[in-house]
């Protein structure tokens, strides 16, 4: 476990379904343990985060592109930019995906 109890949230998840081979895109992704051995493609655009995720070998992506059978997602916090992290969620995700 590390300091970051919604990415720890997010990795239990991703670990019960036994996703956690998978490509995977992580939009707003953030850095964290829970990371660590991985097949991630990151997208960060806020350059304090994008900073620590290259440090913790997760270059981010400027822009996620194609589709991926895994998508992660930590919404914002206002509700129209949570809606439109869902949506974009969607749009990366193959069919059939999680």
């Known amino acids: 476990m590390s300091d970051?109890?919604?990415l720890d949230t997010l990795?239990?998840?991703?670990n019960s379904l036994g996703l956690g081979g998978l490509p995977t895109a992580?939009?707003?992704a953030r850095a964290g343990a829970p990371l660590a051995g991985?097949?991630?493609?990151?997208e960060q655009g806020f350059?304090?985060?994008a900073d620590r995720l290259t440090a913790a070998g997760f270059p981010p992506v400027e822009?996620?592109?194609g589709r991926f059978p895994v998508v992660l997602l930590l919404p914002g916090?206002?509700?129209?930019?949570?809606?439109?992290d869902f949506a974009r969620g969607l749009d990366l995700l193959e069919p059939g995906g999680s």
């Open 26 to 28: 992580f939009p707003r």
């Open 63 to 65: 822009r996620l592109d």
């Open 38 to 42: 991985r097949i991630l493609t990151c």
């Open 11 to 14: 990795f239990l998840m991703v």
């Open 77 to 84: 916090r206002q509700t129209e930019e949570a809606l439109a």
């Open 4 to 6: 970051d109890a919604t």
């Open 47 to 49: 350059k304090p985060e």
